[in-house]
């Protein structure tokens, strides 16, 4: 099994900058990407950002150029650097591993717990 461990949302005024961090751990057999998605209240969960194990990124076009998707292959975790943030990023953020336990050894997704991230001022 594979279990998510999120930090790093909270509170920031628009204009600011927050740095989430979702760390992998388990038994792992294999990953092929991680990323993040956000949903809204009354809104669908959409994609924000993933990475694959090589490097490979893809970005939701709302924060192509604010937002930074990078990993740390060795720690099994993935970290979102969100800049200029806005209302509209005001979002439950939530970490998306796809990768393959020891248990089946067949890829699936796996979720994170979820984190909170409010933009106001």
């Known amino acids: 099994q594979v279990q998510l461990v999120e930090s790093g949302g909270g509170l920031v005024q628009p204009g600011g900058s927050l740095r989430l961090s979702c760390a992998a751990s388990g038994s792992i057999f294999s990953w092929n990407a991680m990323g993040w998605y956000r949903q809204a209240p009354g809104k669908q969960r959409e994609l924000v950002a993933v990475i694959t194990r090589g490097g490979n990124t893809n970005y939701a076009d709302s924060v192509k150029g604010r937002f930074t998707i990078s990993r740390d292959n060795a720690k099994n975790t993935v970290y979102l650097q969100m800049n200029s943030l806005k209302p509209e990023d005001t979002a439950v953020y939530y970490c998306?591993?796809?990768?393959?336990?020891?248990?089946?050894?067949?890829?699936?997704?796996?979720w994170g717990q979820g984190t909170q991230v409010t933009v106001s001022s």
């Open positions: 998306n591993f796809y990768g393959a336990g020891r248990a089946t050894m067949i890829p699936e997704n796996y």
